[in-house]
């Protein structure tokens, strides 16, 4: 590692204003960064909070939280590919199968969003933001696993400059750029994003032939099309043995995913069990009502279905677009939860309510902080005694 540090010392001053390679400061500048530590300090005078987390090692836990996820989507795309054509394999061939599977999609991803990033912070003489090197990797977990590449490099063109850049870059934007990329494939190319067959590797490849009495439908298009009978069983739901996007499958993955992140302190629990709250309120009172077979399942099995988990633990607690009060954290988490289930179920032309949802929210966040500051005011004001 000294080897290493001595080299990028050698060759920094050409990265450097004067420099040869000026032009290529943010990417040099990125680069070193994340290996290293940044070894800038703070000037001599005045007060300054000092904390041995920066954004880039927070960035690093959200990475470490989403291989579970990750890992397991992997296995899952090769079982359900080798499944549908009725062929065995054993555990590394399904993985392996699944890895190769995702891993254009990963690199599509970060060329395309990177590069935009890189591109807008040399304009700008600015560092590279990080918020991206999280981005990046949430959108392959979220998308069709056989979406065309130029597709999805459309898709995050489109997020990261109209969705982020516009509004300054990191920190800035008050959409998630993941589900900015998920809702441009929705409404762009909905035959990609709303049918079942995409989720199955290889299904819609001419050629092949699906062995006879296979369904490649996900649960949650089998809840919404009246199935309830036809959908997998609870067990299969939670650890993720279904059709579906590459991450959002397993829950129990995606708790693990929690845990880490609670731990931490870079999730926020309330938002996480708020909108878990939310969402099982709203299902009860469908229940209530039951009109139709979607409406009389049970509230809890809501949570199993879809991106529901995966919103609530890795979308809706973005810290840029979601809420930054205590209270509003709850409000948030709570209303996010309601509306997910609400379109879910009430709304036949979007199965999956939790990306509307929280991108509906993502754009209410501020104005929840406003009324709670508001009123937080408020009630201190009233507690002042005037002199007369």
Same mark, same amino acid.
């Given at each position: 590692?000294?080897?290493?540090?001595?080299?990028?010392?050698?060759?920094?001053?050409?990265?450097?204003?004067?420099?040869?390679?000026?032009?290529?400061?943010?990417?040099?500048?990125?680069?070193?960064?994340?290996?290293?530590?940044?070894?800038?300090?703070?000037?001599?005078?005045?007060?300054?909070?000092?904390?041995?987390?920066?954004?880039?090692?927070?960035?690093?836990?959200?990475?470490?939280?989403?291989?579970?996820?990750?890992?397991?989507?992997?296995?899952?795309?090769?079982?359900?590919?080798?499944?549908?054509?009725?062929?065995?394999?054993?555990?590394?061939?399904?993985?392996?199968?699944?890895?190769?599977?995702?891993l254009?999609?990963?690199?599509?991803?970060?060329?395309?969003?990177?590069?935009?990033?890189i591109?807008?912070?040399?304009?700008?003489?600015?560092?590279?933001?990080?918020?991206?090197?999280?981005?990046?990797?949430?959108?392959p977990?979220?998308?069709?696993?056989?979406?065309?590449?130029?597709?999805?490099?459309?898709?995050?063109?489109?997020?990261?400059?109209?969705?982020?850049?516009?509004?300054?870059?990191?920190?800035?934007?008050?959409?998630?750029?993941?589900?900015?990329?998920?809702?441009?494939?929705?409404?762009?190319?909905?035959?990609?994003?709303?049918?079942?067959?995409?989720?199955?590797?290889?299904?819609?490849?001419?050629?092949?032939?699906?062995?006879?009495?296979?369904?490649?439908?996900?649960?949650?298009?089998?809840?919404?099309?009246?199935?309830?009978?036809?959908?997998?069983?609870?067990?299969?739901?939670?650890?993720?043995?279904?059709?579906g996007?590459?991450?959002? +499958?397993? =829950? $129990? @993955? /995606? &708790? !693990?995913?929690?845990?880490?992140?609670?731990?931490?302190?870079?999730?926020?629990?309330? #938002?996480?069990?708020?909108?878990i709250?939310?969402?099982?309120?709203?299902?009860?009172?469908?229940?209530?009502?039951?009109?139709?077979?979607?409406?009389?399942?049970?509230?809890?099995?809501?949570?199993?279905?879809?991106?529901?988990?995966?919103?609530?633990?890795f979308?809706a607690?973005?810290?840029?677009?979601?809420?930054?009060?205590?209270?509003?954290?709850?409000?948030?988490?709570?209303? +996010?939860? =309601? $509306? @997910? /289930? &609400? !379109?879910?179920?009430?709304?036949?032309?979007?199965?999956?309510?939790?990306?509307?949802? #929280?991108?509906?929210?993502?754009?209410?966040?501020?104005?929840?902080?406003?009324?709670?500051?508001?009123?937080?005011?408020?009630?201190?004001?009233?507690?002042?005694?005037?002199?007369?």
């Amino acid at each position: 590692m000294k080897l290493l540090r001595n080299y990028i010392n050698k060759i920094k001053p050409n990265f450097e204003k004067g420099g040869k390679f000026e032009m290529f400061h943010s990417t040099f500048d990125a680069i070193e960064t994340f290996l290293y530590v940044p070894n800038t300090v703070t000037i001599s005078k005045g007060a300054h909070i000092r904390d041995t987390m920066d954004m880039k090692r927070s960035m690093i836990v959200v990475f470490i939280a989403l291989i579970p996820s990750l890992l397991f989507g992997m296995w899952n795309i090769g079982h359900w590919h080798f499944l549908a054509f009725g062929e065995d394999a054993s555990f590394w061939m399904k993985f392996g199968f699944g890895f190769l599977k995702v891993l254009p999609l990963l690199v599509v991803s970060y060329v395309v969003g990177l590069g935009i990033e890189i591109f807008f912070a040399q304009k700008r003489r600015h560092e590279v933001n990080e918020g991206y090197f999280v981005s990046g990797f949430l959108i392959p977990l979220i998308v069709p696993v056989d979406t065309p590449l130029w597709m999805l490099a459309i898709a995050v063109v489109f997020a990261v400059i109209l969705g982020k850049e516009v509004f300054g870059g990191t920190g800035m934007n008050i959409l998630n750029p993941a589900l900015t990329v998920r809702a441009f494939l929705f409404f762009a190319y909905p035959g990609w994003m709303s049918g079942d067959s995409v989720w199955i590797a290889g299904m819609m490849k001419k050629g092949n032939e699906v062995i006879d009495g296979f369904s490649g439908a996900t649960p949650l298009a089998e809840a919404a099309a009246g199935n309830i009978g036809n959908m997998p069983s609870k067990l299969d739901m939670f650890l993720g043995v279904i059709p579906g996007s590459v991450g959002e +499958t397993s =829950v $129990l @993955a /995606i &708790l !693990i995913g929690a845990v880490i992140l609670i731990w931490t302190g870079i999730g926020s629990w309330k #938002i996480i069990v708020s909108m878990i709250g939310g969402g099982l309120i709203m299902g009860l009172v469908l229940n209530l009502f039951a009109a139709n077979p979607y409406m009389e399942l049970p509230a809890w099995e809501h949570m199993l279905l879809g991106g529901f988990a995966f919103g609530a633990v890795f979308m809706a607690t973005d810290p840029v677009t979601a809420t930054q009060t205590e209270k509003g954290k709850w409000i948030y988490g709570f209303l +996010t939860g =309601v $509306l @997910a /289930i &609400l !379109i879910r179920v009430l709304n036949p032309a979007y199965p999956e309510g939790v990306m509307l949802a #929280i991108l509906l929210m993502n754009v209410f966040a501020p104005l929840i902080d406003h009324y709670v500051v508001g009123a937080n005011i408020k009630r201190r004001l009233k507690r002042v005694k005037v002199k007369s």
